[in-house]
């Protein structure tokens, strides 16, 4: 139940204090496009004809839609939620068929002058959907299967429309909501589960090379790893400390065994060695589950059977799966190639433009490298680098500062939440905000392949701006609002 909302109450519970976050990043942001894009020849960082002049007008238009949004009722937002991503949902798909091809990506529609990307208007609609979700009456994830199948369906349908769009970047967005799911009672198995999955790829494409035992590194040392994963499920999860030492003996046992014979010579099927050992341990811990009836002993196994299937999975996934550039972007990322000139041109141009920034950086519109256009999309993806070689390691610390500061107070808004529309979508934007400053900034400094993820406020274009102020606007006038409820 509501008490009458005034516009006058709105205004005077807003939190003022996230609005001049936004208005200091958007303003830096502005800086940065001028500076990353600045022409000698044309320098006025206000003219429409500049990208900065652009990013501007976009600013503006920003403002007013925030404006909007803090003047509409919350029940909107609350009583719509599923209309308005029902809504994106056909537009998303719409867009597949309609979008002319740019780069590959059919995920822009014309709009007059004006050139949009529904797939960053989807954040705001998929979170007011999973905030609906939860927020039914007596809803919990846990309590059945169904409700886990409702949040995924809601998760997953927009990252395979986008899938559709060829759109990769902006559909691993979406996967950031896993951890609102986290939040809200989803056992950390699974994240446990997805951090094991990005590792054993990694290590196995990574360390290819050379074998041991006779077969590649990569895929000896995940089957380490499950070893390892295996008995800290054991001790950790199942709090059997008796049979995580039996089965760590067993390991260390066979691994001294095989080490002997290898040292004498002697030929080891480096596979059949490593399943054998790994089955033994997991049908020991089959029969002592049916000694013991501890359940927890069947997650232990079936963790273990998963990442061997995953593992044998992921060569036909990175050779087949995987289109050949984003082969190429991952082996970059990796160190398994340069490639200088092609796929790992942008990032090694971006490191040098940081690195020449150092402390202090070379100063404002004195940035040779990015002066020069050796960076490509310097005022998009790219526009952290102008901010390391401009301003150098402080000021590339202090922008990194103001989102972690930014962050936290979307987490302190989250927990201060009286309902649970308001808390999971504070921390759906908490998680949106999350995924794109950390992947944005490492793809820049080389420790993610190169996805096309902007930086949020900070990254020229309309699309990506108008999300997040979306985003955010909607969590203060949502945040606005809880001093008007009574219970």
């Given at each position: 139940?509501?008490?009458?909302?005034?516009?006058?109450?709105?205004?005077?519970?807003?939190d003022?204090?996230?609005v001049?976050q936004?208005?200091?990043?958007?303003?830096?942001?502005m800086?940065?496009?001028y500076?990353?894009?600045?022409?000698?020849?044309?320098?006025?960082?206000?003219?429409?004809?500049e990208?900065?002049?652009k990013?501007f007008?976009?600013?503006?238009l920003?403002?007013?839609m925030?404006?909007?949004?803090?003047?509409?009722?919350?029940?909107v937002?609350?009583n719509y939620a599923?209309?308005?991503?029902?809504?994106i949902?056909v537009?998303?798909?719409?867009?597949?068929f309609?979008?002319?091809?740019i780069?590959?990506?059919h995920?822009?529609l014309?709009?007059?002058?004006?050139?949009?990307?529904p797939a960053?208007?989807?954040k705001?609609?998929?979170?007011l959907?999973l905030?609906?979700?939860?927020?039914g009456?007596?809803?919990?994830?846990?309590?059945?299967?169904k409700?886990?199948a409702?949040a995924?369906?809601?998760i997953?349908?927009p990252?395979?429309l986008?899938?559709?769009?060829?759109?990769?970047?902006s559909?691993?967005?979406?996967l950031?909501?896993?951890?609102?799911l986290?939040?809200?009672?989803?056992s950390?198995?699974?994240?446990?589960?997805?951090?094991?999955?990005?590792?054993?790829?990694?290590?196995?494409?990574?360390?290819?090379?050379?074998?041991?035992l006779?077969?590649?590194?990569?895929?000896?040392?995940?089957?380490?790893?499950?070893?390892?994963?295996?008995?800290?499920?054991l001790?950790?999860?199942?709090?059997?400390?008796?049979a995580?030492?039996?089965?760590?003996?067993?390991?260390?046992?066979?691994g001294?065994?095989a080490?002997?014979?290898?040292?004498?010579?002697?030929?080891i099927?480096?596979?059949?060695f490593?399943l054998?050992?790994i089955?033994?341990?997991?049908?020991?811990?089959?029969?002592?589950?049916?000694?013991?009836?501890?359940?927890?002993?069947l997650?232990?196994?079936?963790?273990?059977?998963?990442?061997?299937?995953?593992?044998f999975?992921?060569?036909?996934?990175?050779?087949?799966?995987?289109?050949?550039?984003?082969?190429m972007?991952i082996?970059?990322?990796?160190?398994?190639e340069e490639?200088?000139?092609?796929?790992?041109?942008?990032?090694?141009?971006?490191k040098?433009?940081?690195?020449?920034?150092?402390?202090?950086?070379?100063g404002?519109?004195n940035?040779?490298q990015t002066?020069l256009?050796?960076?490509?999309?310097?005022?998009t993806d790219?526009?952290?680098?102008t901010?390391?070689?401009?301003?150098?390691?402080?000021?590339?610390?202090?922008?990194?500062?103001?989102f972690?500061?930014?962050?936290?107070r979307v987490?302190?808004?989250a927990?201060?939440?009286?309902?649970?529309?308001?808390?999971?979508?504070?921390?759906?934007?908490?998680?949106?905000?999350?995924?794109?400053i950390?992947?944005?900034i490492?793809?820049v400094?080389?420790l993610?392949?190169v996805?096309g993820?902007?930086l949020?406020?900070?990254?020229?274009?309309?699309?990506?701006?108008w999300?997040?102020?979306?985003l955010l606007?909607i969590?203060?006038?949502?945040?606005?609002?809880r001093?008007?409820r009574?219970?």
């Amino acid at each position: 139940m509501y008490q009458k909302e005034t516009t006058a109450s709105v205004f005077r519970y807003v939190d003022w204090f996230t609005v001049i976050q936004y208005i200091i990043l958007v303003g830096l942001g502005m800086v940065s496009i001028y500076a990353a894009s600045y022409d000698f020849d044309h320098a006025n960082m206000l003219s429409f004809a500049e990208f900065s002049g652009k990013q501007f007008r976009w600013i503006g238009l920003s403002l007013a839609m925030g404006l909007v949004i803090l003047l509409i009722d919350v029940r909107v937002y609350e009583n719509y939620a599923y209309v308005i991503y029902a809504i994106i949902l056909v537009l998303l798909l719409v867009t597949i068929f309609i979008a002319p091809d740019i780069k590959g990506s059919h995920s822009w529609l014309k709009v007059g002058p004006m050139s949009l990307q529904p797939a960053e208007f989807g954040k705001f609609a998929t979170a007011l959907c999973l905030a609906k979700l939860f927020s039914g009456y007596n809803f919990s994830l846990n309590a059945s299967r169904k409700n886990y199948a409702r949040a995924l369906l809601i998760i997953f349908l927009p990252v395979i429309l986008i899938l559709g769009q060829q759109e990769t970047g902006s559909a691993l967005v979406y996967l950031s909501l896993f951890f609102v799911l986290y939040r809200e009672g989803m056992s950390g198995l699974v994240l446990l589960a997805a951090l094991c999955a990005v590792v054993f790829f990694v290590v196995e494409v990574k360390f290819t090379g050379s074998l041991l035992l006779g077969i590649p590194v990569g895929e000896a040392a995940v089957f380490m790893m499950i070893m390892v994963l295996i008995v800290a499920m054991l001790a950790l999860y199942c709090k059997d400390i008796i049979a995580a030492r039996n089965v760590l003996l067993w390991f260390v046992g066979s691994g001294a065994v095989a080490a002997a014979l290898t040292l004498a010579s002697l030929e080891i099927p480096g596979l059949i060695f490593f399943l054998s050992v790994i089955a033994v341990s997991l049908v020991y811990c089959i029969l002592l589950m049916f000694k013991t009836k501890a359940r927890h002993l069947l997650v232990t196994v079936a963790a273990a059977l998963a990442s061997i299937a995953f593992m044998f999975s992921v060569n036909y996934t990175f050779t087949s799966v995987l289109q050949d550039h984003q082969q190429m972007r991952i082996k970059v990322a990796l160190g398994i190639e340069e490639d200088l000139r092609g796929a790992g041109y942008n990032v090694n141009q971006s490191k040098i433009a940081i690195g020449s920034g150092g402390m202090w950086g070379k100063g404002f519109l004195n940035g040779t490298q990015t002066k020069l256009k050796y960076v490509p999309e310097q005022h998009t993806d790219f526009i952290y680098c102008t901010i390391g070689e401009e301003e150098g390691f402080v000021g590339a610390a202090t922008v990194l500062l103001l989102f972690v500061v930014l962050i936290l107070r979307v987490l302190s808004i989250a927990e201060r939440q009286p309902t649970v529309f308001g808390r999971v979508y504070a921390y759906c934007v908490a998680s949106y905000l999350i995924f794109h400053i950390a992947i944005n900034i490492g793809m820049v400094i080389g420790l993610c392949p190169v996805i096309g993820i902007p930086l949020p406020f900070f990254s020229y274009g309309g699309s990506s701006l108008w999300g997040f102020t979306f985003l955010l606007f909607i969590l203060l006038r949502i945040d606005a609002s809880r001093r008007e409820r009574s219970f």
